[in-house]
């Protein structure tokens, strides 16, 4: 009988979506063997290659201008130059505008399943890079200085064993159960709806946040005047809007958004994501890390999970070039390069996941001393610079200590 291949690589990533892709890319040229396995084939997009939009922080930009990946891209990214934040029914408001912080803009939106085609399209230039796709990790075993995964092709099994493991295989993380990392959760019993929206007036790169009594709505800045949009919808409606038909979801939207961006005129196809928070209980285990989802997974109304995955990428490539720099014997693996991880990324992840999980849960509370704190909150929000500069900050991914990628030079 033929023995399994057996092949060894310093690193190995599970997961071909757009953050371990991105960190693949990120490991070029870095001097460890590198392997990607993706169990999606590569004529057929992985999940998180749909047509949700995703708003990327100035910083995401940056990194992926810096890693050549946003040349690849079929459509030019939309910038966002303005940002409004409201509720119905309370008073205070939010205006930022990227003159007065100052930028050119704050980040710009992308269609996911296009950012993730630009992420292959700059993989297949990757030549140190080795890509395992289609091809499924089935089972991780530790061993003394390695873990050894196996993975079914299409055609034939093989074992790979790596020094060091990451994990970017999203929400469910296969790999993060079986490395005995526990997760904490939270369910919002909502749905969100995401669908593209055709609007009567130009949409002047604003991006939308508006809270309501049935949770929030969002529409983001597209090309050719579109804007991506969201609702979130309370599990027990999940039903009844999902068999609207378009002209009447369109009349929903425009009745939860309200009309400060105008008149809707046309709804695109709709499809609706459970929202549950998922956090890992810690990052790392012996020659093991998680990135991406497969870390925490968000509700998306703070448009934070990629550009928080990217910022775990981008320092994982970080530790890794520093550790192999001028050092051919280095171990990918070392515990102290993963205690760095870890640390690298307590405090953005911290912020991250209460400013996301703030967004929504704070703004669904009616009861009215909530409300006039609230109003009161947005109010002064809107009059203090201080308070908008911090928001603009968090928007545009470059609070706290960064990797060197996204320092500005
Ligand atoms: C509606 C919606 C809107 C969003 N909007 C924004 C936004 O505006 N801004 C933002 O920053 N984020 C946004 N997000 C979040 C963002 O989409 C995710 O955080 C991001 O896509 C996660 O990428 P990932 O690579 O970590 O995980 P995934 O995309 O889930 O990728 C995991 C990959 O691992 C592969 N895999 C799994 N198991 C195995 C295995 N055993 N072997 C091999 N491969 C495996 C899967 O096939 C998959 O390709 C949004 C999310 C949603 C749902």
Known sequence: MQEPELARFDVVIVGGGLVGSSLAIALSGSGWSVCLIEQQAPSLAPP?????????????????Q???????????????????VSRAGDFGR?????????????GAVVVARELGEALRRRLQACSDITLRSPAQVISAQRETQSIRVQVQGQQQSCTIQARLLLAADGSDSPLRQAMGI???????????FV???????????????????????ALLPMAQGRYGSVMTVPRN??????????????????????????????????????????????LTAARF???????????????????????????????????????????????????????????????TL???????????????????????????????SEAKRHLATQAMGLAGPLPAILQEQ
């Open 48 to 64: 998180g290659f749909d047509e949700r939009n995703l708003a990327l922080s100035r910083g995401s930009l940056l990194a992926l």
């Open 66 to 84: 810096r890693l050549q990946v946003l040349p690849h891209l079929s459509t030019p990214a939309e910038p966002i130059r303005r940002i409004d």
């Open 94 to 106: 939010v205006q930022l505008r990227a003159e007065e912080h100052p930028v050119d803009q704050f």
């Open 182 to 192: 526990a997760e904490t959760t939270h369910d919002y019993h909502q749905h969100l």
């Open 195 to 217: 669908s593209v929206l055709q609007a009567a007036r130009a949409h002047q790169q604003c991006a939308w946040e508006r809270f309501t009594e049935h949770g929030p709505v």
């Open 237 to 282: 409606g999940v039903e009844a809007i999902a068999a609207l038909s378009d002209q009447d979801y369109l009349a929903c939207f425009q009745q939860r958004f309200g009309w400060r961006a105008g008149r809707f005129l046309r709804a695109g196809k709709r499809s609706a994501y459970p929202m549950r928070m998922r956090v890992a209980e810690r």
């Open 289 to 351: 890390a998680l990135l991406g989802n497969a870390a925490q997974t968000l509700h998306p109304i703070g448009a934070q999970g990629f550009n928080l995955g990217l910022r775990d990428a981008l320092w994982m490539a970080q530790l890794l070039s520093d550790q192999r720099a001028g050092d051919v014997e280095a171990d990918p693996g070392d515990a102290g390069l993963l205690q760095r991880y870890a640390a690298a990324r307590a405090q953005d992840r911290q912020r």
């Open 354 to 384: 209460d400013f996301s999980d703030g967004m929504a849960r704070l703004f669904v509370r009616q009861a009215w001393p909530v409300r006039l704190l609230r109003s009161a909150g947005l109010s002064l929000l809107g009059l203090s």
